[in-house]
């Protein structure tokens, strides 16, 4: 069994972050984040950091001597949100069912009695927020802007022939 130490700190963090944050965040597209779910995602980016330089709590280690240690800062929340625009973005470009959906077009057939309290955050609110849906929409349509904004970095997959 190979100790983790041993292997380089880049490689340990892009094992945490393409297998361990790839299935924490499985559908975090269509999440719609609360102030109490970032909190809870924050702390686990940091637990991992911490695990994989195997800090205990009795330590008393702070948060930012971690991030020093690993050379990192707290993206995954970052991450999340770009996940999000290009799903939202691969969505709004095409009429599909799920984008009517999406924007409220089509209602179910079922009465829905007014709930209690504040209105609920739907999926599009966030980004919304922002810039305006209508602004959205036709930013979605120009591709590369699209990809350039959001920091898209999901390209084609390129591969060499070994003939």
């Avoid at 380089?8 to 790839?22: E, Q, T, V």
Wanted: aromatic fraction near 10%; charge should be positive.
């Amino acid at each position: 069994m190979v100790n983790c130490k041993k292997l380089d700190l880049n490689l340990r963090k892009k094992l945490i972050k393409y297998y361990i944050w790839s299935m924490a965040l499985y559908g975090a597209e269509t999440w719609t984040l609360r102030a109490a779910d970032q909190k809870y995602l924050e702390s686990f980016e940091m637990w991992c950091w911490r695990r994989m330089e195997k800090i205990i709590w009795t330590d008393h280690v702070r948060n930012e001597e971690v991030l020093l240690r690993v050379n990192e800062q707290r993206n995954i929340l970052h991450e999340i949100r770009k996940r999000k625009a290009n799903w939202i973005g691969h969505i709004l470009r095409r009429n599909w069912l799920l984008k009517q959906v999406i924007e409220g077009k089509i209602k179910g057939e079922m009465e829905v009695t007014r709930r209690l309290g504040r209105r609920r955050k739907k999926l599009l609110d966030d980004l919304k927020d922002r810039r305006g849906y209508s602004h959205l929409k036709e930013e979605t349509l120009d591709r590369t802007m699209w990809r350039h904004r959001f920091g898209g970095g999901f390209g084609p997959v390129v591969r060499e022939n070994t003939e």
